[in-house]
């Protein structure tokens, strides 16, 4: 076993949803010695790390220009939760994206390992594809067709990650859809549970889009849900298990449909189920994912399972403890 007290914890994109829930979690593990790195910008995100704790913050283009000019100030990092990234599925920089998400992800990936340290860095269920060569985290990645570059971006490091042989030394965590506390500052891209809480709060109606496949009906459409501080007690798990390399799919496991997703807000929120269904922009309907479904037999071999809260239970804790008075993790 990896143990995490031993030496600083590196966590970039602290400030973000997986992120912060992942500091939330070493902190109730009883872990404060940890180096946070992100960009916090102009928006509220730094609101997810004031009730955290941790050693010491830094942006992540200071922390970028250190790393290069002066490696031995991080010698003391031993473990590294690499979750800083452009999670954007809607961005269309890719010069950005592969800077970004691409290049400074191999960047702290050769630091780390030259460090000895642990490195675990987000991958994504994006780099399946349309889910065509299946969601299964033991099979051959070089199949694989991203629908969008943020997938592509994730998907370049995976392959950089196997032709270097990185992938029996470090892990690489294939996120499916996670929702939960700390996703405020997402603008467009924030969970349907943190969007339907809204509609219903404003209008009493959730909008979701219309099937275009007969095989879905409408709402029927089916992903991979997990909640936040599920999705980071397994990734600090997985961290501390030494045999848990290569790359992981962190899903429940189980398809469940949008319409299984929005009726326990609704019941959280004690209002009565008002559903309507719309048109879905055509920007989306070539690239958008009627099925996910995480292959989780590497996950649950890894003792990871564990974690796992169903999903109504995931959303009504949400709801009830974050949404409806406005919190963050940790308060």
Known sequence: MHDISQGKILVTGGSGLIGSAIIARLNALGHTNILVTDKLGTDLRFKNLVPLKFAEYMEYEDFD????????????????????????????????LIHNNYEYTKKLAAFALGNGARFVYASSAATYGNGENGMDDEADILPLKPLNMYGYSKHLFDLHALRNGYLDKITGVKYFNVFGPNENHKANMVSMVFRAFHQIRETGSVKLFKSYKPEYADGCQMRDFLGAKEAAAITVHLAQNEAATGLVNVGAGKARTWLELVRPIFAAMGVPENIEFVEMPESLRAQYQYFTQAKIDKLTRLGGAQY??????????YVKNYLIPDKHLGE
Not at 65 to 92: I, N, Q
Not at 308 to 317: G, R
């Open 65 to 96: 220009r250190a790393l290069e000019s002066d490696p031995a100030r991080f010698a003391d990092v031993k473990t590294v939760f690499h979750l800083g990234a452009c999670s954007a599925t809607t961005e269309k920089d890719c010069t950005y």
């Open 308 to 317: 796992f809260v169903p999903l109504e239970e995931s959303v009504t804790d």
